[in-house]
């Protein structure tokens, strides 16, 4: 039940690799579809596997814990029983949640003290009720629980990392030992270079099964993301697996691999999805425009996903009249865009040519 991580190929400091897990090989780099509660909007299980070959899953601890509870997920055999996924599961700690959904009562250096954002009532998260959390869901790779600031407010950051490290240390000491689950730990810092240094030098310093870069693509400018990236991976063990959290962007998802970032999520697939977008090689599409009212042509040629069967006439339809199955067709449509667009790049980095596919791509997406 070990988990081991390959790295099969390299392209200057892009990697091609394999992350075994108890449930499964997760070939990197890797775009992982996000469940928040369990469920990736629309799209069941059986398509992840069967029609978009997804091979990592995300889930949310804060929203799990908030319903239907930990308790009810392990008592149903956990999560990959509860929601019938036999792949590899991720799940985030629920610290970015706290900090972004919830009116927070106290941060204090034990934990956090927060109102639900589902009816009001008083909440307590710390680093060990998060392990316990992650255990009782049951996944392959849990995430360390820490405090999430504005990336650009140089206060906030330095004043959170300290108790971002010290929650690392509490996390360790309660992660269960029988290697059933990863322990990542993440990176914070912000985009100023000492910070993410000092918080590299730390972090790494734990010798953990993994490492995330936490705390961007939440309110700076792709450029601040991307140098944040050029100080910050060189910093990060070339033999564990490295994880940017809550990116997926096409262009992101390019810049992030040729640094040599192996694992992503987002909700940005299913997200723009219920908005009647798709996204494209020739970039978003708003599926509502007039011009697809007659037109007979899929959303792309050549996908093999079962989307490709219906004509952008067809999903203007659904998109415009509000049915649930152009969300259901959207969604596979953009979770598996992304997907093969990665698994381009992994295949780019084998074959020694993955300047070129990202070069081409990057100059056609940003072009329409």
């Known amino acids: 039940m070990s988990f081991e991580f390959e790295i099969i190929a390299t392209d200057g400091n892009a990697r091609a690799g394999i992350l075994h897990t108890p449930h499964g090989d997760i070939p990197t780099p890797v775009f992982a579809p996000v469940g928040t509660l369990a469920?990736?909007?629309?799209?069941?299980?059986?398509?992840?596997?069967?029609?978009?070959?997804?091979?990592?899953?995300?889930a949310n601890t804060y929203h799990l814990h908030l319903r239907p509870g930990e308790g009810i997920v392990q008592k149903m055999g956990g999560l990959h029983e509860f929601m019938q996924w036999d792949g590899p599961i991720l799940t985030d700690s629920g610290g970015f949640q706290v900090f972004s959904l919830t009116d927070i009562n106290e941060i204090d250096d034990d934990g956090v003290t927060f109102r639900s954002h589902l009816d009001g009532s008083i909440q307590?998260?710390?680093?060990?009720?998060?392990?316990?959390?992650?255990?009782?869901?049951?996944?392959?790779?849990?995430?360390?629980?820490?405090?999430?600031?504005?990336?650009?407010?140089r206060h906030a950051v330095e004043a959170s990392l300290d108790r971002t490290h010290r929650w690392l240390e509490r996390c360790r000491i309660a992660h269960p030992s029988d290697n059933t689950q990863a322990l990542f730990g993440i990176v914070q810092g912000g985009i100023f270079e000492d910070l993410r240094t000092k918080s590299a030098k730390f972090v790494t310093g734990l010798d953990l099964a993994g490492y995330a870069i936490g705390g961007l693509a939440?309110?700076?400018?792709?450029?601040?993301?991307?140098?944040a990236l050029d100080f910050t991976l060189p910093l990060m063990p070339h033999n564990?697996?490295?994880?940017?959290?809550?990116?997926?962007?096409?262009?992101?998802?390019?810049?992030?691999?040729?640094?040599g970032v192996d694992i992503f999520d987002c909700v940005i697939p299913t997200r723009i999805a219920r908005h009647g977008a798709a996204l494209t090689a020739d970039g978003r599409i708003n599926m509502?425009?007039?011009?697809?009212?007659?037109?007979?042509?899929?959303?792309?040629?050549?996908?093999?996903?079962?989307?490709?069967?219906?004509?952008?006439?067809?999903i203007r339809h659904l998109v415009v009249t509000k049915e649930l199955l152009g969300h259901y067709l959207l969604s596979l449509h953009n979770i598996n865009f992304l997907i093969q667009h990665v698994n381009n790049m992994r295949q780019a980095i084998i074959e020694g040519c993955l300047s070129d596919y990202t070069g081409t791509f990057l100059a056609r997406y940003s072009a329409n």
């Open 39 to 58: 469920s990736v909007k629309t799209v069941p299980p059986r398509d992840l596997k069967d029609e978009v070959n997804a091979s990592l899953i995300l």
């Open 124 to 153: 307590r998260l710390t680093p060990e009720s998060s392990m316990k959390i992650q255990e009782a869901l049951g996944a392959d790779v849990i995430m360390a629980f820490d405090e999430c600031p504005t990336p650009t407010d």
């Open 218 to 227: 939440v309110g700076e400018t792709k450029q601040e993301q991307y140098k």
């Open 240 to 259: 564990k697996p490295r994880y940017l959290m809550g990116v997926g962007d096409p262009d992101d998802l390019c810049e992030g691999i040729q640094r």
């Open 288 to 314: 509502r425009r007039a011009i697809f009212k007659d037109d007979p042509r899929p959303i792309m040629e050549g996908t093999g996903i079962y989307t490709e069967n219906f004509s952008r006439a067809y």
